[in-house]
């Protein structure tokens, strides 16, 4: 676990999940104040609760970042298929 990149993981999953805290726990059965303290930077999270939600983060990330480019190529394959017709 890299401490250094806490902060971006936690701005990235912001960006992607309008609720963050509970699409982890939704993963990981933890409470939402654990959670909560991950993002809030607390320093007194244990470092094995710690790296397990923040494994949890990048793999949610990975997740919806796929599910993204998934759809852009859905997208791009019926924008292809709209010319086509013309």
Known sequence: MNQERIP?????MYELY???????????GSARSTI???????KTLRSIT???????CVS???KKLKEREALDQRLDQLF??????K
């Open 8 to 12: 971006f993981i936690i701005e990235t």
């Open 18 to 28: 309008g609720d963050p805290i509970k699409a982890v726990r939704a993963e990981t």
């Open 36 to 42: 909560s303290k991950f993002f809030n930077k607390n």
């Open 50 to 56: 710690k790296a397990s939600i923040y494994e949890t």
């Open 60 to 62: 949610l990330i990975e």
């Open 80 to 85: 292809e298929r709209l010319k086509g017709r």
